[in-house]
T-cell receptor, first 114, second 115 residues
Framework: GAVVSQHPSWVICKSGTSVKIECRSLDFQATTMFWYRQFPKQSLMLMATSNEGSKATYEQGVEKDKFLINHASLTLSTLTVTSAHPEDSSFYIC??????????FGPGTRLTVT | AQKITQTQPGMFVQEKEAVTLDCTYDTSDPSYGLFWYKQPSSGEMIFLIYQGSYDQQNATEGRYSLNFQKARKSANLVISASQLGDSAMYFCAMRPPDQGGKLIFGQGTELSVKP
């Protein structure tokens, strides 16, 4: 089956710094990837749709200047949380869209901002 | 607007018993896809089952079956013969048409299987 990886699996950073999360499709090419955010005991909230070679499409209420998304290749999308604050602490999950519009999820990245 | 609703925040089931997790959806589109995912405490999203809006038969995958009632806009997940490893969060999701394949998730149901 299709495999999607995320790196790092967890990260702790200081308030005001930036952190980059990578999402890779390991055995297939993904022109579209999705980034979700999940708070404890809550559902997944779609943040943005990442399209290879073009700008990401952000969901309403998501700050595009704070959550920078780059999809430079068919197997890699990155999410950079800029000037992180404690309220950005969350579980970030990416998924890659397969050829039949199915989604393959990465294992997630737990971000803690101190 | 499309919406997914899971009204059971938490459910308990005895090991080896069957359990039904509820999911209702709201959409005016005739074409859509419905999914169920399992999320254990590790956080990974595990795909369980898929139902297309035009599928005539209810989807089944091993111990999982989807009770699809289109007129009622419900897509309940039935887990038969519950196992302790089934304890997890379960999310229902809908894929609307023409939106690049994005998913809209319900609030989730936390299932606990008792020994």
């Amino acid at each position: 089956g299709a495999v999607v990886s995320q790196h790092p699996s967890w990260v702790i950073c200081k308030s005001g710094t930036s952190v980059k999360i990578e999402c890779r499709s390991l055995d297939f090419q993904a022109t579209t990837m999705f980034w979700y955010r999940q708070f404890p005991k809550q559902s997944l909230m779609l943040m943005a749709t990442s399209n290879e070679g073009s700008k990401a499409t952000y969901e309403q209420g998501v700050e595009k200047d704070k959550f920078l998304i780059n999809h430079a290749s068919l197997t890699l999308s990155t999410l950079t949380v800029t000037s992180a604050h404690p309220e950005d602490s969350s579980f970030y999950i990416c998924s890659a869209r397969g050829p039949n519009y199915e989604q393959y999820f990465g294992p997630g990245t737990r971000l803690t901002v101190t | 607007a499309q919406k997914i609703t899971q009204t059971q925040p938490g459910m308990f089931v005895q090991e080896k018993e069957a359990v039904t997790l509820d999911c209702t959806y709201d959409t005016s589109d005739p074409s859509y896809g419905l999914f169920w995912y399992k999320q254990p405490s590790s956080g990974e999203m595990i795909f369980l089952i898929y139902q297309g809006s035009y599928d005539q038969q209810n989807a089944t995958e091993g111990r999982y079956s989807l009770n699809f009632q289109k007129a009622r806009k419900s897509a309940n997940l039935v887990i038969s013969a519950s196992q302790l490893g089934d304890s997890a969060m379960y999310f229902c999701a809908m894929r609307p048409p023409d939106q690049g394949g994005k998913l809209i998730f319900g609030q989730g149901t936390e299932l606990s299987v008792k020994p």
